[in-house]
């Protein structure tokens, strides 16, 4: 137990070090307002028992005082004052500016750490972890870094009592000082305490945002299957689980400052009993006994601001914790310095050789293999099974993933050897789930591109979008609600589309895109996009007939492996495989 808490607090310390290094300057500042501060509610202390001594006492002998004696008291009073606020100002500034910038830089880090991390790591971890990461984890993480200043002023403010205490009186400071042991050891138990307990509930904490991120996410699935029940039942068990854990902390806590409060007091209640004693027997006056219970009055206050980052420090811990595996994780996207080279400006070559790839943890993988060509300006069909590697091969064609071996080639060059940017300057990819921004028409289709209107239309009519756009009560301008929700499947896939068209991809991959456009609507898009001055190449995962007529050659994908290459109608003809799986669909689109 002692060696666990000792690497608690080692490890504490080490963080309240980190916090130090990266923002010295607002640290330093924020420190130096403190321990004014400090020197001021010390020199207050002082103050006061001088007053005593040589003002409010010889008044009462007197009977009277002097103007004189008054001013001077007033302007000494004033004049801590006017210091003691100038460090609260500062302490509070620049203690608050340096949490939010070290809070501000490990959001930045965190999510930058997203976007360089290849999509194979996000699909390992929850979108609610991931949330939970980038906000609450780090917040926790810094927390105590707002008393921190404060508490370092602290012991400046303590070491300068300390002195004074001795000079003053030794024998009742050596009565007083048995306090701060006292405080030390407790905040020790109490980190010890505490630390399994944070660590708990902030993990409960992802827990929950995790659980409701599913549930909100699923909405349409939970409501049309009735799940509202069984949802609001998990969540309501998961957030008993956080109130029960926080619950926990919050007794631990409830424990713990009462005694922390009640420490200097007892101090103060010592020194005020034996210092009676000491003041009858004139060992000492009446000055230093006000002086010194008052310091100890004081105390209070800066024993509490390190106690308040020593009880953050776990929760402070458990945040960090968790940020670490985020910002230390690899597997990141490296990129080449190759620039991409445009052909005649018009569409891609795209070369696919001896391609394989597994995904974590699973034995048999998904492709092994894949060669083949797609020439510029060219429709191919990619079709096959469901489980055969076609929408894997899709990411692998726009590099979402790399390959566990192969090689992706556009216009001769391995894309893993193009610059970054380069991929996403030249290939344009839209997915089969369509997801589109609680925004406009024109800030879906641009996504924040400084595009002109005649650009977006022209994309919109070759994503055949621009007669039901134009019907919209305000056109482009027009809000399509949280993932579409206004607008139909159809149409929203027609935005998708016309957002990857709008950028002049050379290389366009469709992963099963345009599932929900009718056929007629589908025909006209693709043959727009062969038949501009400047042909997109065009990769299409499909399953209808109507679609894979419309290629220039079909690449049959079975068991990860491309099993046949042709037209379709030579496919229909040879490969019993491919016949029978496109009649299916074919049957079953009648059917419906």
Known sequence: MPRRRDATLRRGMRHVARAIREQPGMFTLAFVASSLYGAMTVASAYVIGEVTERVVLPAFERGATTAAALTLTAAAVLGVAVLKILGIIGRRLFAGVMSYRLQAAYRRRVTAQYLRLPLSWHQRHPTGQLLSNANSDVEAAWFFV??????????????????????????????????????????????QVMAPRMARAQQLRAEVSEIAHESFDAGLVVKTLGREDVETRRFAARAAELRDGLVAVGRVRGLFDPLMEALPNLGTLAVLLIGAGRVADGATDAGALVSIAYLFTLLALPIRAIGWVLADLPRALAGFDRVTPVLDATGETVHGDTPATAAGGGGADLAVRELAFRFDGVERPTLEGVTFDVAAGSTVAVVGPTGSGKSTLAGLLVRLVDPESGAVLLDGVDVRALREGEVSGQAAFVAQGTFLFDDTVRGNVTLGADLPDEEVWAALRAAAADGFVARLPEGLDTRVGERGATLSGGQRQRLALARAVVRRPRLLVLDD????????????ILDALRDSERPTTVVVVAYRQATIALADEVVWLAGGRVAARGSHEELLASVPGYAALVRAYGQAEVAA
Not at 147 to 157: E, H, K, N, T, W
Not at 167 to 176: I, K, N, R
Not at 513 to 524: I, L, Q
């Open 513 to 524: 895109a345009t599932s929900a456009v009718d056929p007629a609507v589908e025909a006209r």
């Open 146 to 191: 707002a008393p921190l200043p404060f508490a370092c002023g602290a012991i400046v403010m303590i070491a300068i009592t300390v002195a004074a205490l001795v000079a003053t009186d030794p024998w009742l400071a050596l009565v007083g000082l048995v306090v701060f042991p006292l405080v030390f050891v407790v905040n020790a138990v109490y980190s």
